[in-house]
T-cell receptor, first 113, second 113 residues
């Protein structure tokens, strides 16, 4: 089944404790991105990647890092999480940056205490 | 940058009635307008989209209309059913850069049986 998977689905952590949210897609898509969803703000892009080893900042990149060493994986790294990073995170992929249909993962709900 | 406004934020309709959600955007270069449905605990899923050279597109009970002059587009759901209850997001995409999607703030649609 074609899909985007994320792990973990739920995470509660404390301020300053490094964490990684994994994202994997099995559709051989070139373009992947991370979003955060907050009430009243919709989805905002954090980082994106057009292909392996090609990543760039989205609209809200502060406090996040990403890497794209393999085409299928695009992990989101929070080096020193803070409470304002408490949010619902979605990974997404699409065949290429100009392709239409974008597929989203199921989401990761992160709480930083 | 692009700004997408979505209204209403909540909408309740009787089962069988129609529902309309409207979005306005600011960047006249936007050329792709998708609508996503997000069910509880899941990631957004594309339900219909339209390109800037088309004024209307229909897929069974859902339709999208686009007015490029006024810079607004709308989602129409007819003969609503309980399974239509979800959060709906509109989005736009510009044909440059990483062609990221800019999302509206979402509409929570509730179908009353």
């Amino acid at each position: 089944e074609a899909q985007v998977t994320q792990n973990p689905r739920y995470l509660i952590t404390v301020t300053g404790k490094k964490l990684t949210v994994t994202c994997s897609q099995n559709m051989n898509h070139e373009y992947m991105s991370w979003y955060r969803q907050d009430p009243g703000l919709g989805l905002r892009q954090i980082y994106y990647s057009m292909n392996v080893e090609v990543t760039d900042k989205g609209d809200v990149p502060e406090g996040y890092k990403v890497s794209r060493k393999e085409k299928r994986n695009f992990p989101l790294i929070l080096e020193s999480p803070s409470p304002n990073q408490t949010s619902l995170y979605f990974c997404a992929s699409r065949p290429g940056y100009s392709a239409d249909t974008q597929y989203f993962g199921p989401g990761t709900r992160l709480t930083v205490l | 940058g692009e700004n997408v406004e979505q209204h209403p934020s909540t909408l309740s309709v009787q089962e069988g009635d129609s529902a309309v959600i409207k979005c306005t955007y600011s960047d006249s270069a936007s050329n792709y307008f998708p609508w996503y449905k997000q069910e509880l605990g899941k990631g957004p899923q594309l339900i219909i989209d339209i390109r800037s050279n088309v004024g209307e597109k229909k897929d069974q009970r859902i339709a999208v209309t686009l007015n490029k002059t006024a810079k607004h587009f709308s989602l129409h759901i007819t003969e609503t059913q309980p399974e239509d209850s979800a959060v709906y997001f509109c989005a736009t995409r510009q044909p440059f850069g990483n062609e990221k999607l800019t999302f509206g703030t979402g509409t929570r649609l509730t179908i009353i049986p």
